[in-house]
């Protein structure tokens, strides 16, 4: 097993010799570029310039840093220019994220073209865990415009030396598996449930050769063990999964061969576990929410951003051989899943159960005065058996009381041509 190549790299990026590079020069750095940014953002943000005039401006520890105020998505709705620190013409791409509501202010999140190299970057070095050289990667994000996902990762996997291509999100299974046997791809990237439904077509229609995909990288959404499993059942292929949002600049952290969390973008983020209510830092091991603060952004970093995402940081050093931090799997969301009298359900729970059934490829979820609605997706016009196997499944869960009303429907017509793509989304409560 190779060490992850974000090791050496971070190391690099840090300016540290290979043989003085340990957990302690990469806090020192980390601390050095805390400061940088409280300065930075104090000089050149109208909103950091305010929301850190009463804050002592030099830290000599992490428990200095953890005394500043939090940042939060609503900050970002209510005014985004006021945190940009470079000129408009120094811009390079504006991300909107839409809200979850109907109505509101969308998050708008600005970068430099020295923020996007970064990015690009990253790509090169997290993508040459699974790829190399000659290899054939189909891209299954958006990018077709430039500075998009899809566009900054073709950018670092030509440098690596493949060859990309970008589709963009899978709309026709039929469709994209012929694609990929004409292009010859052996690396897939994209959401975790449209590569499953690449995945499962293929298993019923046979259009790949066996063996043909070695690898794929998974992003965008929580990655279920069982979707996984599937994956690697079907294509024979190694899973690797990453972890980011357009906040950490796209790219967070990504997976090394052990398979034990992702390895975090150390130079660039510096993380945070933090107690959902309380906003007290966790020690590390323990679960809460993750908030980030960019360490080398221009045109609008972030300090102690709450990402909203549940996780903890794993102790101790990877099986890789490398000690540089690592994420666990995001779970859910602070705020999300159903709350019943015996515990949390959440989207990762019915993930887990819905997709070891053969014939489910998608599904969406809400639940309102008792009754869990499910519309699903699926091969065949066996519904019958398919919703039996769904009510099973499901009552497996103890959490799902027996009193509970399942309501399941068909989403649309079982799979003939090329459906209509039914994206999974997260539950939706309405109590």
């Known amino acids: 097993m190779k060490i992850t190549p974000l090791h050496e790299w971070i190391a690099q990026c840090i300016g540290c010799p290979a043989v003085d590079f340990n957990r302690t020069t990469l806090e020192r750095h980390q601390l050095e570029r805390l400061n940088w940014v409280i300065h930075y953002t104090y000089e050149h943000s109208r909103f950091y310039r305010e929301r850190l005039a009463n804050t002592s401006k030099t830290i000599t520890s992490f428990n200095d840093f953890s005394a500043f105020p939090f940042t939060t998505a609503d900050d970002l709705r209510a005014d985004p220019n006021r945190f940009v620190c470079v000129s408009q013409d120094d811009v390079q791409r504006i991300v909107t994220l839409p809200t979850s509501g109907t109505t509101g202010e969308s998050k708008r999140v600005f970068f430099s073209a020295a923020d996007q190299e970064l990015t690009v970057d990253f790509f090169k070095v997290g993508m040459s865990t699974l790829a190399g050289p000659g290899d054939r990667v189909l891209i299954l994000l958006p990018g077709l415009r430039p500075g998009t996902v899809g566009d900054l990762l073709k950018i670092g996997l030509e440098r690596l030396g493949c060859t990309a291509t970008i589709y963009g999100p899978v709309d026709d299974e039929e469709k994209v598996l012929r694609l990929i046997r004409e292009l010859d791809a052996n690396l897939l990237v994209g959401a975790p449930v449209h590569l499953h439904r690449l995945a499962r077509w293929d298993e019923a229609f046979q259009i790949l050769p066996k063996k043909q995909i070695r690898s794929v990288l998974t992003s965008t959404d929580v990655l279920a063990n069982t979707i996984r499993a599937n994956l690697?059942?079907?294509?024979?292929?190694?899973?690797?999964?990453?972890?980011?949002?357009?906040?950490?600049?796209?790219?967070?952290?990504?997976?090394?061969?052990?398979?034990?969390?992702?390895?975090?973008?150390?130079?660039?983020?510096?993380?945070?576990?933090?107690?959902?209510?309380?906003?007290?830092?966790?020690?590390?091991?323990?679960?809460?929410?993750?908030?980030?603060?960019?360490?080398?952004?221009?045109?609008?970093?972030?300090?102690?951003?709450?990402?909203?995402?549940?996780?903890?940081?794993?102790?101790?050093?990877?099986?890789?051989?490398?000690?540089?931090?690592?994420?666990?799997?995001?779970?859910?969301?602070?705020?999300?899943?159903?709350?019943?009298?015996?515990?949390?359900?959440?989207?990762?729970?019915?993930?887990?159960?819905?997709?070891?059934?053969?014939?489910?490829?998608?599904?969406?979820?809400?639940?309102?005065?008792?009754?869990?609605?499910?519309?699903?997706?699926?091969?065949?016009?066996?519904?019958?058996?398919?919703?039996?196997?769904?009510?099973?499944?499901?009552?497996?869960?103890?959490?799902?009381?027996?009193?509970?009303?399942?309501?399941?429907?068909?989403?649309?017509?079982?799979?003939?041509?090329?459906?209509?793509?039914?994206?999974?989304?997260?539950?939706?409560?309405?109590?």
């Open 232 to 431: 690697q059942s079907i294509w024979g292929c190694e899973v690797f999964d990453h972890w980011g949002m357009t906040e950490t600049g796209l790219g967070g952290g990504v997976e090394c061969e052990a398979h034990q969390g992702f390895h975090l973008r150390a130079a660039d983020l510096y993380v945070e576990i933090i107690d959902p209510v309380t906003g007290q830092v966790l020690p590390e091991g323990e679960h809460g929410e993750v908030v980030i603060t960019t360490l080398t952004r221009s045109a609008m970093p972030l300090i102690r951003y709450r990402t909203g995402d549940l996780s903890r940081l794993i102790t101790g050093a990877c099986a890789c051989g490398s000690f540089i931090p690592r994420l666990e799997r995001i779970t859910h969301r602070v705020g999300a899943g159903i709350h019943l009298g015996s515990g949390l359900l959440i989207q990762s729970m019915l993930d887990e159960a819905l997709f070891q059934i053969r014939e489910v490829l998608d599904f969406s979820a809400s639940y309102q005065k008792s009754t869990l609605s499910l519309a699903v997706r699926i091969f065949g016009d066996e519904f019958e058996s398919v919703e039996k196997a769904i009510q099973n499944s499901l009552r497996q869960f103890s959490i799902i009381q027996s009193e509970m009303k399942i309501k399941i429907s068909l989403a649309e017509n079982p799979v003939q041509g090329n459906p209509v793509i039914l994206h999974k989304r997260a539950i939706s409560i309405n109590h």
